[in-house]
Nanobody
Framework: QVQLVESGGGSVQAGGSLRLSCEVS????????MAWFRQAAGSEREGVAIIASFGSTIYADSVKDRFTISKDSAKNILYLQMNSLKPEDTAIYYC???????????????????WGQGTQVTVSS
């Protein structure tokens, strides 16, 4: 059974950093597009960072130069390093596994096959 389990969320002051992790079971991160989405209260879910199977990355304009997506293929873990956090980054962050290997703007080409349960990130001013 495929499972995506996020960790690393929490509360931080503006300007601080957090690193989210997503441990993936029964689905190979090195073979698939992987992504981080977020959903703020009252807003739609949006893709913030996407990584193709071969490592190329796409970021939402709102997080570019502050967030970094990466993966450890040996451990089958996806990461999101978030620096210079702002109050507008407050949201539930979801790990997502794509159906294919490639990216497209703000998501994975072919759609999302699996979602994690989400982890809350709260940034105070």
């Amino acid at each position: 059974q495929v499972q995506l389990v996020e960790s690393g969320g929490g509360s931080v002051q503006a300007g601080g950093s957090l690193r989210l992790s997503c441990e993936v079971s029964e689905y190979t991160v090195s073979s698939h597009c992987m992504a981080w989405f977020r959903q703020a209260a009252g807003s739609e879910r949006e893709g913030v960072a996407i990584i193709a199977s071969f490592g190329s990355t796409i970021y939402a304009d709102s997080v570019k130069d502050r967030f970094t997506i990466s993966k450890d293929s040996a451990k089958n873990i996806l990461y999101l390093q978030m620096n210079s956090l702002k109050p507008e980054d407050t949201a539930i962050y979801y790990c997502a596994a794509g159906r294919g290997a490639y990216t497209r703007p703000n998501t994975c080409a072919g759609g999302i096959a699996y979602w994690g349960q989400g982890t809350q990130v709260t940034v105070s001013s």
